[in-house]
């Protein structure tokens, strides 16, 4: 399980903390989700060198390998 802290990274960093959160202090466990959303920060904070635009940077990251 996720503990009630979660640490992100990327330039998302603050809305994802403070959305992850908000669910857990609705009472939702959310940890896929939230497993999910550190999926994604480690990949934009590992690639954000190489794509400035948020846009095609999750795009790439959905895209099937």
């Not at 998302?12 to 202090?25: S, T, W």
């Not at 920060?41 to 690639?47: G, I, N, S, V, Y």
């Not at 400035?52 to 999750?58: C, G, I, Q, V, Y």
Request: proline share 6%; hydrophobic share 40%; charged share 25%.
């Amino acid at each position: 399980m996720i503990g009630p802290t979660t640490v992100f990274s990327s330039r998302l960093a603050p809305a994802l903390a403070r959305y992850v959160d908000l669910k857990r202090a609705l009472g939702r466990r959310f940890d896929k989700t939230t497993r999910t959303l550190q999926s994604l920060d480690r990949f934009l904070h590992d690639h954000a060198p190489h794509y400035l635009d948020l846009n095609e940077s999750a795009s790439i990251w959905v895209m099937p390998a």
